[in-house]
């Protein structure tokens, strides 16, 4: 299957700034990428969808200024989180797919977010 | 949109087929049924989807009811690295191309020797 990189694999983090994370699809030219956020234990929960060269449609209760999604090119996306806070330390995936509802979303391997 | 619902945990021996049921009693006509797994703080690794067809490949093989209201996926000989959390999901695209996937609350499988 396609190759979904995230960089970096995890991150700790001092409360109030900002981290970025890096979205990478290797092989394939993701028109349309997803970012989940996942607590432990519990299931991964849709944050928002970007398509490329779009503004990225985020989910109820998501705060768009704090979790900034930016799809520049057809093999990257970045998701930074702002003023960072304890409550936003999780597990961060991406995903990406080329764009049709019949294609794969594949995902990376996600990152570890620690904001002390 | 759609939600899905699983059994929160199943056993399997190794070597038996792994039956893991998914509700989506409100899917609507043009949502995809989507399978992965993850194995503990890695990424979901995709297994099968279908729309309304039965589907097979070399993983598993994905039985969608005729109503659509639920799903079962099947691993025809379970092996231990098939313990993993199993997630059905559904997916759909409304006309703007806006792609929104719900996932469900998951299946821990655990393949016992």
């Known amino acids: 299957g396609a190759v979904v990189s995230q960089h970096p694999s995890w991150v700790i983090c001092k409360s109030g700034t900002s981290v970025k994370i890096e979205c990478r699809s290797l092989d394939f030219q993701a028109t349309t990428m997803f970012w989940y956020r996942q607590f432990p234990k519990q299931s991964l929960m849709l944050m928002a969808t970007s398509n490329e060269g779009s503004k990225a449609t985020y989910e109820q209760g998501v705060e768009k200024d704090k979790f900034l999604i930016n799809h520049a090119s057809l093999t990257l996306s970045t998701l930074t989180v702002t003023s960072a806070h304890p409550e936003d330390s999780s597990f961060y995936i991406c995903?990406?797919?080329?764009?049709?509802?019949?294609?794969?979303?594949?995902f990376g391997p996600g990152t570890r977010l620690t904001v002390l | 949109d759609a939600k899905t619902t699983q059994p929160p945990s199943m056993d399997c021996a190794e070597g038996r087929a792994a039956n893991l049921p998914c509700n989506h009693s409100t899917i609507s006509g043009n949502e995809y049924v989507y399978w992965y797994r993850q194995i503990h703080s890695q990424g979901p690794q995709y297994i099968i989807h279908g729309l309304k067809n039965n589907e097979t490949n070399e993983m598993a093989s994905l039985i969608i009811t005729e109503d659509r209201k639920s799903s079962t996926l099947i691993l025809p000989h379970a092996t231990l690295r098939d313990t993993a959390v199993y997630y059905c999901?559904?997916?759909?695209?409304?006309?703007?191309?806006?792609?929104?996937?719900?996932f469900g609350t998951g299946t821990k499988l655990q393949v016992i020797p």
């Open positions: 995903s990406a797919s080329t764009g049709l509802i019949t294609d794969t979303q594949y």
């Open positions: 999901i559904v997916r759909v695209a409304d006309s703007g191309g806006y792609q929104k996937v719900t």
